[in-house]
């Protein structure tokens, strides 16, 4: 609690703040959205995946098999790449992020200034008005707002606070002015105490992430208990010498891991975000880049988006009653004295010049639900706001003129009767009609088809009358510009389901309406992508997959979104769709290859314990696998453009790709342990034949995810090819192989057919499966 309650006007002096910073009496500074160096040197490091692999390289170690430890080296430069990356991107978003940190105007020696939210000190001043978060815990000296305290309460509706009532950090203020007293700071904040709720993240909701988390829980329970079995079996029950079984151990284990897979995931997240930053786009959440690629379908706000959000006065017309009143005087008293701060009141105020004529008895701020604001003078109320709020819905011909031209039309007038936020408005006598005009961002056309050409549903939702935005939508090239609906008239739920599948222009949307809109189109199945710019808008960003929000908005808008468009240009989020979709196809399409040795490491070494016989490779050999096969292909192609539309879903998506690759070598073992006997083959010559035999299998798997070819992915597959036969040749003794005779030539030829012709039947299998399903699905919905 405070120990005195200091002037509003005064605030503290230089001297006191010097002693509260002195006495550990300041704010802290806001958790940044970056993990800390420590944070990203820990998730690089101390991974299953790691573990894993340091404790295969001590086995090895142990029994002084050194030439194939060298996977570790790879793993040590894997992770410093990933470690190297993650902390650039942290730099840059840092960086950015001072952009976008909340400030927070204080009255110190008397005058009003701007500092970050981290240097209020106990007993601060602060000034609030619509828009701005409140930062700590702070107890109202004088005015009025309207909060939101959805973040702390889950409640949505807006709570009028005066002074002495107690603001609360998390929350936001809606509409209104005041100035209060800062009570806690740092970690007594009550949103600090109820584990930050107010910036809380929503739980990360990755495919990507989870995919991988499924793949190491799996290799995670079966690589012990496989592992063990397998070197029990080569010890005791074949004789095999330790070093031997370790050995031969290590490779069917090391072969399960897709370690470069993790690697090359946080790669791609890490670059794109630092492609983003380029582009003066914050990106809040790392795997919010995944979020937007899968995104089908976009709500805009129109303010500030489609428009500049510079908006001004054009027109203004007095009514009869308007011309027999001072009206220049009215609304420039109303202006003075009115605590509204939106863009609307901005360009009122660069228009009218503001005056002291008439003394505030009561003000009621402008909100996105009432539609209207106001001031009690002594005599009587001047009300400005919405037509249909002030007159009804039944609007003149000029009025309709202007609203068709995309002109947003006010109405201003007075009444005797008292006004109560609370209450519908008494009756009014209009006094003047004000034309306002909002400028369509140059490129807003452009922008809006490419959406369009890239099939992402485009949903416009404005406070503004529906006809007033279905104009501005037609002028900038908005698809279905003449599908909109006035949703003030829309209270069911069934009904507001029955808009949102029909509509593509929303006006007179409530907060709580944009919030179910979203709602509405994430039931039936379709991806939300939502910007926005102002308080009202909050709950909106809260509840889409993903939110972003327009850097010259509110610190509620900034503050709960995972994107920032820090230049606040609405041409940007082409861009970051584009880099979201490259980041998922291009690791969708790579993680294929790594999945095809995991997936036949596991089968030969079940195959290997069933028969007990020796898993038939060494560590060196998957390690040539590993580098030239799967990691030196994929990190190239990952960086590739490919801003194709997201379809299936991840895990499916690469087994599908990996599945019939590991089958042929399954099936390719399963019939060489056949026929071997009949071949008279030597054991040297059935290594290097089976060695050759999974790395051409494995190079089919890179030229099906380069499938279609170009310059790039051609110069990579030649590369690859040529490397890694160039490979097998010349490092032959270290790779623990036989030079193949002609003979065996020969068969490996005949085998790698065999392998080609598996692979293609097996893809072809499941192809059919996929479509029978889909059909099943498509008549199940249609019986539906």
């Not at 009570?183 to 991988?212: F, Q």
């Not at 202006?335 to 105020?349: I, M, R, V, W």
């Not at 494995?698 to 995810?705: D, L, N, R, S």
Request: glycine share 6%.
């Amino acid at each position: 609690m405070t120990h005195f309650s200091p002037d509003s006007n005064l605030g503290l002096t230089s001297e006191q703040v010097e002693e509260k910073r002195r006495d550990g009496r300041q704010n802290t500074e806001p958790e940044k959205v970056t993990k800390t160096t420590g944070q990203i040197l820990k998730d690089n490091i101390c991974t299953l995946f790691n573990l894993f692999n340091v404790l295969i390289a001590v086995a090895l170690a142990l029994v002084g098999a050194w030439s194939n430890m060298l996977f570790i080296l790879i793993i040590a430069l894997n992770t410093l790449i990933g470690i190297v990356q993650e902390i650039h991107a942290k730099k840059l978003v840092d960086k950015l992020s001072l952009l976008s940190m909340p400030m927070a105007k204080v009255v110190r020696d008397g005058k009003l200034s701007e500092i970050p939210v981290y240097e209020l000190v106990e007993e601060d001043v602060m000034e609030l008005s619509g828009g701005n978060q409140v930062c700590s815990d702070s107890v109202i000296l004088s005015g009025a707002v309207e909060v939101n305290e959805s973040l702390l309460t889950g409640e949505s509706d807006p709570i009028r606070k005066a002074a002495g009532d107690h603001l609360l950090s998390g929350s936001f203020i809606i509409s209104g002015k005041c100035r209060a007293c800062v009570e806690h700071v740092g970690m007594e904040n009550y949103a600090s105490k109820i584990a930050h709720e107010a910036k809380k993240l929503r739980g990360v909701h990755s495919e990507l992430l989870s995919s991988m988390r499924k793949v190491t829980r799996f290799t995670g329970y079966l690589i012990p208990p496989l592992g063990i079995l397998l070197f029990l079996e080569a010890f005791y029950l074949r004789g095999d010498p330790i070093n031997h079984a370790v050995v031969s151990t290590a490779a069917g284990l090391l072969g399960m891991l897709p370690k470069g897979l993790v690697l090359l995931i946080s790669i791609s997240l890490a670059v794109g975000i630092i492609a983003l930053s380029k582009k003066k786009v914050l990106v809040q959440e790392l795997f919010a880049l995944e979020t937007l690629a899968h995104v089908d379908t976009l709500c805009l706000d129109k303010t500030g988006t489609l428009t500049e959000g510079k908006m001004q006065v054009e027109e203004v017309e007095l009514t009869d009653i308007g011309r027999s009143m001072p009206f220049d005087e009215i609304i420039g008293s109303f202006l003075h004295y009115t605590d509204d701060n939106n863009a609307t009141f901005q360009a009122l105020q660069a228009h009218f010049a503001q005056k002291e004529s008439f003394a505030p008895v009561q003000k009621i701020p402008f909100s996105s639900d009432r539609k209207w604001s106001a001031i009690a003078f002594e005599e009587f109320t001047f009300i400005i706001g919405a037509p249909e709020r002030l007159a009804g819905p039944e609007l003149g011909d000029h009025f309709e003129k202007e609203l068709n031209a995309g002109k947003r039309i006010l109405l201003a007038g007075i009444t005797p009767e008292p006004v109560s936020p609370d209450k519908p408005l008494p009756e009014i006598h209009v006094l003047a009609s004000i034309v306002i005009s909002d400028p369509i961002r140059p490129n807003a056309a452009e922008t809006l088809a490419y959406f369009q050409q890239e099939g992402v549903d485009l949903k416009l939702i404005s406070g503004d009358n529906p006809v007033t935005v279905s104009a501005l939508a037609a002028k900038a090239g908005f698809p279905d510009a003449g599908r909109f609906i006035d949703m003030s008239g829309v209270t069911e739920e069934a009904d507001l389901e029955k808009a949102v599948q029909e509509y593509s222009i929303f006006g007179r949307v409530s907060p709580l309406q944009k919030k179910q809109i979203v709602q509405s189109l994430q039931k039936h199945g379709h991806s939300v992508a939502m910007t926005g710019d102002g308080v009202n808008d909050l709950l909106a960003l809260r509840e889409a997959d993903c939110s972003i929000a327009i850097a010259e908005g509110s610190d509620a808008a900034r503050q709960v979104s995972q994107v920032v468009l820090l230049n606040s240009d609405f041409s940007s989020l082409p861009s970051v769709l584009s880099e979201g979709r490259r980041v998922v196809n291009n690791i969708t399409r790579v993680a294929g290859i790594f999945f095809v040795k995991t997936i036949y490491s596991v089968l030969l070494s079940i195959v290997c314990l069933l028969l007990n016989i020796p898993f038939p490779f060494v560590p060196i050999q998957i390690t040539l696998i590993d580098l030239v096969i799967e990691g030196y292909p994929s990190f190239f192609m990952s960086f590739e453009p490919d801003s194709r539309k997201v379809s299936g879903r991840f895990l499916p998506s690469v087994m599908a790709r990996a599945l019939p690759n590991a089958i042929s070598i399954l099936v390719c073992f399963l019939v060489f342990l056949g026929v071997s006997p009949l071949l008279q083959i030597s054991a040297e010559q059935s290594s290097i034949l089976l060695y050759l035999l999974v790395g051409t299998v494995g190079i089919q798997a890179v030229f099906k995810a380069s499938w279609p070819l170009n310059k790039l992915r051609v110069f990579l597959c030649s590369t690859m090819t040529v490397g890694f036969y160039a490979a097998v040749l010349l490092f032959h003794k270290l790779l623990q192989v036989s030079l193949p005779t002609t003979e065996t030539l020969l068969l490996f030829a005949g085998f790698a057919l065999l392998s080609f012709l598996i692979e293609r039947g097996a893809t072809a299998l499941i192809q059919w499966i996929h479509r029978r399903r889909d059909a099943h699905k498509r008549a199940t919905n249609t019986a539906r």
